[in-house]
């Protein structure tokens, strides 16, 4: 067999349900309108797009947990829809927000419980289970009550959970939401380590920075299809030629904001309010040219902290994904 251990070709998902209550109409969601992409051996594989793109049913249809309603779906070279008892046992998947922890049992014997349920042999488990605690660094609480645990905590157990019975392929829905920016870290360095023994990883994630520095390649997906599939290098270097102008004026001033985007050389302008301030975001291929623009339009405006740097993979995902913000 090849190195590919996930293949996934013109896959469809649409979801039947009913809304209304007095007279109930039948609806229809294309969460998924033909999906094809491949994932190899060894790689980390980010899946990012915006709320309701598609990407927990794409993980859901891979860990035989849905259906798809047409196309073909291959892990590990098994059928996850006629396969399910064959592949099960060699992957395991963590999705964001689940409560699949027994709260009153302590982090030992919630492992203790989920490899029963693996089938893991009696004379494995001890060894397996401390290894995994002290991997995600929960040795020291390890016959601690879960529900003591802070939200990183739990988090980290979930992950040594999805490694009890060492799935050959990990799969991670917004692993790292709600964590601080140090657990987020930890968890970061738990993925990589597991990636450098073997395990071959795919995640979601709202954080593109986080994405930058895991994965090898990344699929952009909105609205159900696919938007770009490459390495973050690479993609980042489609815009090589493009400069993020970033800068920062007090008050909003729709108007003048309006205009610069119809600036000659602007491509994209993108805009955020934080309190008084209003922070903007524009992308050219000529920064010379646009800046002395900018102040011109912006006169009576003032214009703080402007700097001229490359995009990063979240500029140019809000230049794909987040269409024209004025
Ligand atoms: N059980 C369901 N019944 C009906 N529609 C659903 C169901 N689950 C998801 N959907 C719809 O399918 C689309 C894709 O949802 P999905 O959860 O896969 O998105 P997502 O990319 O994971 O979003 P998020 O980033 O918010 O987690 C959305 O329009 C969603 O409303
Ligand atoms: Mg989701």
């Given at each position: 067999m090849s190195d590919v251990v996930i293949e996934v070709s013109r896959v469809k998902r649409t979801y039947k349900t009913e809304i209304g209550y007095i007279k109930k109409k039948r609806k229809e969601v294309d969460a998924l309108k033909g999906i094809s992409f491949t994932v190899k051996k060894g790689e980390i594989f980010g899946l990012l797009g915006p709320n309701g793109a598609g990407k927990t049913t794409m993980i859901k249809i891979l860990t035989t947990m849905l259906t798809p309603t047409s196309g073909k779906v291959s892990v590990l070279g098994l059928?996850?829809?006629?396969?399910t008892k064959l592949l099960r046992p060699h992957i395991n998947f963590i999705l964001g927000g689940?409560?699949?922890?027994?709260?009153?049992?302590?982090a030992y014997d919630n492992l203790a419980y989920f490899s029963d349920l693996y089938k893991i042999p009696l004379s494995e488990q001890k060894e397996r289970i401390n290894e995994l605690l002290e991997l995600v660094g929960l040795k020291e609480v390890a016959?601690?009550?879960?529900?003591?645990?802070?939200k990183g905590m739990k988090q980290r157990l979930q992950i040594a959970r999805g490694l009890v019975n060492n799935p050959e392929i990990l799969f991670l829905d917004e692993?790292?939401?709600?964590?601080?920016p140090v657990s987020a870290r930890k968890l970061r360095d738990i993925i990589r380590q597991l990636n450098n023994n073997g395990t071959t990883i795919l995640l979601t994630t709202h954080y593109m920075f986080e994405a930058d520095e895991l994965c090898d390649r990344i699929a952009f997906i909105d609205k159900g299809e696919i938007v770009d599939i490459d390495s973050p290098q690479n993609i980042k270097q489609k815009t090589d030629n493009v400069s993020v102008i970033d800068f920062t004026i007090i008050g909003g001033n729709d108007m003048k904001i309006n205009q610069l985007s119809s600036l000659?050389?602007?491509q994209h302008v993108q805009t955020k309010n934080e309190d008084i301030l209003t922070s903007i975001k524009l992308h050219t291929n000529n920064p010379q040219t646009v800046v002395p623009l900018i102040y011109e339009t912006m006169q009576e405006v003032v214009i703080q902290d402007l700097s001229i740097t490359k995009p990063t993979l979240e500029d140019v995902y809000v230049q794909l994904i987040g269409g024209k913000v004025s």
């Open positions: 059928n996850p829809v006629t396969e689940e409560r699949n922890l027994y709260w009153r049992l302590s016959h601690q009550r879960v529900e003591t645990f802070s692993p790292s939401i709600g964590l601080d000659p050389g602007v």
